[in-house]
């Protein structure tokens, strides 16, 4: 079968998935209705076969969306959403931080599930922060380390958001000190190399010793008042006030969108690796990788119009992306564009959202923008 009618059938399929989960799903909140949502996984374990745990998923979210988000839950069963996206529209819609069930419905036609919940997110400056999930992500956090039956070990983690982040940028520092010292032959894997990154940070007993992390906190200062205001990660995760008082002190402090350091934005052709400036600057605008959301220390910057097509080093020019999004657009021509609420993102070609909004640039000589 041609590529092109094999991905026709894919689409297809995966639209026929999507309606027989929402069928699904309309029958287990109903079986719930008429008894309990415990008969209802029983019947899914028993007859279906599926795990416990997942059955009890499957009717928890089936009840949410039948009670909570009936036009989801119809979106599911006509196939014009998949089950992932529903399942974050149950967890996000209508939260103080995020949109309604009706706007986020509308951003499902852009965005897959793994970015869903960064397009839902409202954009409207927030006076008076709650910093409540932030306490109970503390409450919550919890690791354990356990020994399979083979002898290996399993460690697990479930961490707060500043914590977490904090770990996550020391980790990432740890793996690519791994990664410069492999040599060019070398058959290790990047989840290999991961592994060996989690062992001397908890050990501190090896060859490698990461270079130290920054974590970034941005935030709006006032003259007026001398103030900073609604300080927050590059993710748009809130710092509460404690946690910025342990970092303040020591933070080195630039001005967004401006020179720092004496650092120029605007390279040209001068050099080709971004600057700390402009690395800064894209993360506090990208917020992470574009194709994926991982988070921005473990993304590199990328040029939209190449290096090697006479690409200047500069921020209209740049978007952060992690290494497996990267090779997407160099190896296999995925694009980079950007979409009407100015959210840089890419797209396998030919683009998959035509007609939804999805606004793309072409180059213009000294002008460097995006591309389709």
Not at 86 to 98: C, F, L, S, T
Not at 337 to 354: K, L, Q, T
């Amino acid at each position: 079968m041609p590529i092109e009618e094999l991905d026709d059938r894919i689409e297809e399929l995966g639209r026929a998935r999507s309606q027989i989960e929402g069928l699904l799903a309309e029958a287990l909140a109903e079986r719930a209705r008429q008894s309990t949502p415990r008969a209802a996984a029983s019947v899914l374990r028993e007859r279906v076969l599926e795990a416990a745990g997942k059955a009890s998923g499957d009717v928890k979210l089936a009840v949410s969306l039948a009670e909570k988000f009936p036009a989801t839950l119809e979106a599911l069963a006509s196939g014009e959403i998949n089950a992932g996206q529903a399942r974050v529209i149950e967890r996000v819609a209508g939260k103080p931080d995020y949109r309604s069930e009706e706007a986020i419905l509308a951003c499902t036609k852009e965005a897959p599930a793994d970015l869903l919940s960064r397009y839902a997110l409202r954009r409207e400056p927030v006076e008076e922060r709650d910093y409540s999930k932030y306490q109970q992500q503390r409450q919550d956090r919890r690791a354990s380390i356990t020994q399979e039956p083979d002898g290996s070990w399993k460690l697990f983690a479930h961490l707060d958001c500043m914590a977490g982040r904090r770990v996550s940028m020391v980790f990432a520092k740890m793996a690519e000190a791994f990664r410069r010292e492999e040599k060019p032959d070398s058959k290790i894997t990047y989840l290999q190399r991961n592994a060996d990154a989690i062992v001397q940070l908890i050990t501190r007993d090896g060859p490698q010793r990461a270079a130290p992390a920054s974590l970034l906190i941005i935030s709006e200062y006032d003259p007026a008042t001398g103030e900073f205001g609604q300080p927050r990660l590059d993710d748009g995760q809130p710092v509460p006030p404690e946690e910025l008082a342990r970092f303040i002190d020591d933070a080195d402090v630039y001005t967004a969108f401006a020179d720092a350091e004496g650092q120029p934005l605007w390279l040209g052709r001068s050099q080709r690796s971004a600057s700390l400036a402009q690395r800064i600057m894209l993360a506090a605008r990208d917020g992470g990788c574009i194709g994926c959301k991982s988070p921005s220390e473990r993304c590199e910057a990328h040029h939209i119009q190449h290096w090697q097509d006479d690409g200047p080093t500069d921020i209209p020019n740049l978007a952060q992306l992690c290494p497996g999004c990267h090779h997407l657009v160099h190896d296999c021509n995925w694009q980079v564009c950007r979409n009407h609420w100015s959210y840089y993102r890419i797209n396998a070609p030919p683009d998959p959202f035509p007609d939804h909004g999805t606004s793309t640039y072409h180059l213009a000589q000294h002008s460097p923008v995006l591309r389709n």
